[in-house]
Every structure is written in structure tokens, then in C-alpha cells.
DNA sequence: TTGTACGCGTTATCAG
DNA sequence: CTGATAACGCGTACAA
């Protein structure tokens, strides 16, 4: 007994489809005895409407495609969070997809959400990303684009940050207010704005306080586990290692914690670590780590209330906003 | 300029629909010159093919449903992982939807997902779920489906689980070993069978070693961090408190350890503790946390490769199939 | 080499 | 109160 249609069950009860159809939707005047008769049936054979066929016709699915690098990070699933839960109270569904940080995938996952006729989409971009064609393209196509923290100026499209720079700006400041001079950064990817502007603010901070920056103290590294080890083991042992580490994400300070560990490093006395991003296991470090917050939840929610904005009242050039929030300091015992 | 179908670009070069199709499928033989011209043409308004229409005609969406109770918990992104890995590699999309655990959004997301013509679902049961007519709705209507994890023996459907007896018993054990005596168990809600199941192991594990469990010691909790850190302090704040606890899972380690902390107890000195899952994390926890590890990427493999055959293949009456994983322990420093 | 026509499931319109 | 039909976008069998 395979998936039913309205057609199946007017046959089977010998009225017409627009009779069963009206009946389904309690539309106009059907006859009750009818009424109760295709509402039976239907709940029998689990009849469910097919959303390819009312996609077809409505031209309007009532989903939105969501596209992250990863689902197995924090900051993502909290993001995700954010916006389904905005979604769903309007009756909107999600798709959600992980481009991997691979070029290739995330075009593609764009070129199917166009085939789905997804209502809008809202994307954090890939690290890899250089092109931008499958992006563009969108705004032929009347597709709402959101974007949200891993974004690019070249992209038509809504923006909702957070104000890396500033970031970046209370790490430096917040680390020599506590009193060090010997302050490194463990860079993301510079491929990734959000690297740069965290660099660039934490930069600002030194200048504007007069410490100098070694360049040995600066370094940059993946988000692997891996790789944020070895780069800070590789840190600690220069000959005069730094007294401060500001990692340029939570991740990354994991992997600073493990190298500081075995190098017998005791945080904060002999190094202090900030991170970025307050995921939840950071009260839960020995010691509890210092981090900056990114209200990834609302992020999500604005996410979704701009993009379903622009669904639901569609201007022909809309005029790109951009949304930018401000990190918070949370000030653990790492520093 | 909206999105385009195969009849505006008929119309703009003065052919048929059938002609397009052909030229854009590389199908038969179509005039080079116009099949030239067709693919020029549909470059250019970034034409895509509408999905719906596809799967309206060919009742194939090579599409699965995935659905998981929360994606922000590692365990189940990895699954994730795993499952979307074979799926793409089989030219499948995976839409990835969550319960939150609540039984009505399960119910509806499963709605929406026969709605959507879905080739298969996988699922990791919500734990409040109790009734289970919208998961064996799916027999009837031809629709394969996996359970993985948090399965349900009243479902029609293939399950890929954890030996959880097995990886209580282990847990048991390996603290015996240790030489504790006063061991304790914090267990999650009763209504997951995975609770049950490792509860039963640990006290299989006792009951061989002629341990007693006091039954103070044995409590329950959810997964939620503040509820596992409040049941923690009131279990080491016992007259006599345990020397050794093996916590449901990784997540609610992290509360023990945060009570511990808070109560000067030194771990494994004062206290021996152990997980459940392998988290990430788990390595670069102070000290480094002892746990019993999942599999959870394979699982996923698996899961998408039985379903996927059981779409490939499709069978009247197929007999569901039970794949069991043994889980793993982890010995690091915790114990 | 190309065109016509059908049908997939649904809703809306128009006609009884 | 109910039925017939067109339309949405596509692939394909059949016809030319």
C-alpha cells in the first residue's frame, strides 16, 4: 500500500478529485456525510499531501535552505538553533546542509536548494569559497540571501556579524590589562575575514597600549584539533615564549590547553589563554576559560527574521543590510 | 529575472520543450548548433532544473530524511557525519531535521517528511516518545526506515545500536578493577532504553564482582548540564559518599567533574570517574576523562548503507535487520 | 532532427 | 453541493 493521492481516494469513493480536495481543506460547502467519508478514508490509507505537487503549483515551498561549514561545531548548532526555532513559529521549514569548507560542495548544495525552489537561503560561507558566481546568481533569481558570520563584500546579499574586530580589540586589551607583555595570537585561516579582522583588532589594542607584537608571536593555524596543537606546542618553545595566547577561537584554545599541559605550563600563572566563541564546555576547563561570546543564538533568530522578511515581502532591488553584533568578554580564570 | 523552466527557454529560441530536454540531457540525437544554443541560453538564466516536477514524474527524490533529536550533542553530528558521507557518495541528499525530544515535532517532522516524498528516513528516536503509529505508518507506506541509537523495539524498521549492556558492564568492571568500592551511577531518564540498558550492565558487572550498589548511589538525571551538576553535588555531598561514578554519558561527566571541583575532591585521587561517548573534548579534560567510546561515524555509515540498500532494492515484506555495535573503552586519567 | 501529447498530484476556476 | 478542467515543470513515447 504505497503513498496515496487525492486521485486514489475519489476513485475509490467515486467523486471527483475537487470534491476530496474541498473536503480535505474544509472548503466551501461540502456534504457533511462526504466530508466525514474522504476524511476517513484519507486518515486510512495515511494519506499526506504532496508538497512537489503544491510546490508546483503555489511556486512557494515554505522552506528555507541553511548551508554551514560544519554541524559539528558549537557556534553552528547554536546558530541553527536560533533560526529554526524563528522558522518554525512561521511555519517555515529548514534544510539544513554542511558544505564541508569545500568549493565544490557548497555550489552544488546551492545549485539543489535552487532545484527545490527553496523560498530563501541563509549561508555562513565556506573558508575556501573564492568565487562567488553561485551566490550572485541568486539575486537573478529573486532568491533571498542571508549571510551570517562567515560573509564577503562581494556577495549581494543580507550580512549579520559580529564585530570581529572589536573581539579581536577586548582580547589584546583585556590581556595587558592583566598585566602581560609577551602577548602571541594563534591567527584562523587568512583566507576567513573573520581571521583577519580578529587579528587586526587584537592588533589595535597592542598599539594602542604600546606593546610591539613580535612577529614570532604571531602564527596562524586550521581549525583541526591537530593542527592548533602542534602550532601552539611549536609557540611555547621558542627560546623566549610568550606569556599570553589569544586564540583566535575556543577550538583552537583546546588545543593551546593540551600543548600548555605537556609543556608543564601551569594557566594562568605561567600563560594566560583567551578563546573566542563561549562554547559550553569552557566553564567546565581546568582552568575555566576566559573567552569572548558570540550570542550565536540570536544570530540565528535575526538570520531568519531578516531572510523571512524578505520572503514574505519581496522588494524587487532590495537594499542589503547589515546586521552587526557585539562580542561580549566573559571573564573565566584562564587569564 | 525568477527562475526559469524548459518552456521559457522553448519559447525564447522557437523550439519545442521536448527538444530542450533533450539538448540540456545531451539525450539523442539534437542538432549540434541547437543543442549549442539551448545550453548557452540556460547558462545564462542560471536555469535548474525544478526538482518537484521531477519528483512528481519520476516518484524518486533521491533524497533521505534524517531525523535526530538535537544536532548540538557531538554524538549525533558525527552520526551525521557518517550517514551523509555514504549518502553523497550515492548521489543522495540528506535533509536533516530535529525532534528537540518533543513528541509533537517528531510527529510533524515525519508528516513532512512522507509530505516530501522522502526515498527513506532515518531516525534516532525522541526520549519522550511514547506512541509510535507516525513511525510504523511508514511499513505501510512502502517508506524504509532506520532507527540508530535511541530505537524503539514497537517500530517496524532496521536498527543500528550501541551493545549499551555491554558498555555499562565494561564501565562496572574497569572501576572494580581499579579497585573502588563504593560505586555509584548516574543514570539518564528511564524512559531511554540506552538508560536502562547501561544501568543493567554496570549491576550485571557488580552483581558478578559481588560489589554492592547501595541505592543511594544510584541516581538518575537528564542530559541537561545543570541538572547532572546538581545531582553530582547532592551524590558527593553524602555522608558517605562514593569513590567511583560512571556517569551515563560524557555530557553529564562534565557535571560530576564541575561538582567535584567545586567540592575540592581530586580526581582520580578522591574520585573516579567515568563517561560515556567520547566526546572530543574528553582528552583535554583535567584530568584527561576516561569514557566508553561509540563509533558514532560508522554507525552512521551503516545506517545510511542499510538504508540505502533497502531504497536500491526495495522488498515487499523485508525482515528488519539488527546491527549491533560494541562500544569501547577509553582509558585515560580519570580512574 | 524535432514536435505533440500525456501524466505525475494538487488547487482554483468555472460550470453545472 | 459537486464535477470537469487547466495549469504548474518535466521526461518520454510516439509521430512526423
Redesign the interface.
Given at each position: 500500500?504505497?503513498?496515496v493521492s487525492i486521485k486514489d481516494i475519489a476513485r475509490m469513493l467515486n467523486i471527483s478529485v475537487a470534491t476530496v480536495s474541498r473536503a480535505l481543506h474544509d472548503r466551501y460547502d461540502v456534504k457533511p456525510e462526504t466530508k466525514r467519508k474522504v476524511i476517513e478514508l484519507a486518515e486510512k490509507l495515511?494519506y499526506?499531501?504532496?508538497?512537489?505537487?503544491i510546490?508546483?503549483l503555489t511556486k512557494r515551498?515554505h522552506t528555507i535552505g541553511l548551508v554551514v561549514p560544519e554541524?559539528?561545531n558549537?557556534f553552528f548548532?547554536?546558530i541553527?538553533?536560533g533560526l529554526?526555532s524563528v522558522a518554525y513559529q512561521q511555519g517555515y521549514?529548514v534544510?539544513?546542509f554542511?558544505s564541508q569548507n569545500i568549493y565544490e560542495r557548497e555550489v552544488k548544495i546551492i545549485?539543489?536548494l535552487?532545484?527545490?525552489?527553496v523560498d530563501g537561503i541563509a549561508i555562513s560561507l565556506g573558508s575556501t569559497t573564492q568565487d562567488f558566481r553561485h551566490l550572485n546568481?541568486l539575486k537573478?533569481?529573486?532568491i533571498p540571501l542571508v549571510m551570517f558570520d562567515r560573509v564577503h563584500d562581494s556577495v549581494f546579499g543580507h550580512k549579520i556579524i559580529n564585530d570581529n574586530f572589536d573581539g579581536g580589540y577586548k582580547a589584546g586589551e583585556f590581556l595587558i590589562k592583566s598585566g602581560r607583555q609577551r602577548l602571541a595570537h594563534i591567527a584562523g585561516p587568512d583566507t576567513l575575514k573573520l581571521s583577519r579582522l580578529r587579528l587586526q583588532g587584537f592588533k589595535a589594542a597592542l598599539r594602542d597600549a604600546q606593546v610591539e607584537l613580535k612577529p614570532e608571536y604571531l602564527v596562524d593555524t586550521t581549525f583541526r584539533?591537530e593542527d592548533s596543537y602542534q602550532t601552539a606546542l611549536d609557540l611555547l618553545r621558542l627560546p623566549e615564549p610568550p606569556d599570553a595566547i589569544f586564540a583566535v577561537s575556543d577550538y583552537v584554545a583546546?588545543g593551546v590547553?593540551?600543548a600548555a599541559?605537556e609543556l608543564n605550563l601551569q594557566i594562568p600563572r605561567d600563560l594566560a589563554l583567551i578563546g573566542f566563541s563561549n562554547l559550553?564546555?569552557g566553564?567546565?576547563?581546568?582552568p575555566p576559560l576566559t573567552t569572548i561570546s558570540q550570542h550565536s543564538f540570536e544570530m540565528g533568530q535575526v538570520t531568519a527574521r531578516i531572510l523571512l522578511e524578505n520572503i514574505e515581502s519581496p522588494v524587487k532591488d532590495y537594499k542589503p543590510q547589515t546586521r552587526i553584533f557585539k562580542p561580549e568578554l566573559v571573564v573565566r580564570n584562564s587569564v
Open positions: 500500500m504505497p503513498q495515511n499526506r499531501p504532496n508538497s512537489h505537487a510546490g508546483l515551498t554541524i559539528d558549537q548548532s547554536e541553527i538553533n529554526e521549514n534544510m539544513i554542511q545549485d539543489q535552487i532545484s527545490a525552489r546568481m537573478e533569481l529573486d584539533l583546546l590547553l593540551k599541559r559550553s564546555v566553564p567546565l576547563l581546568e
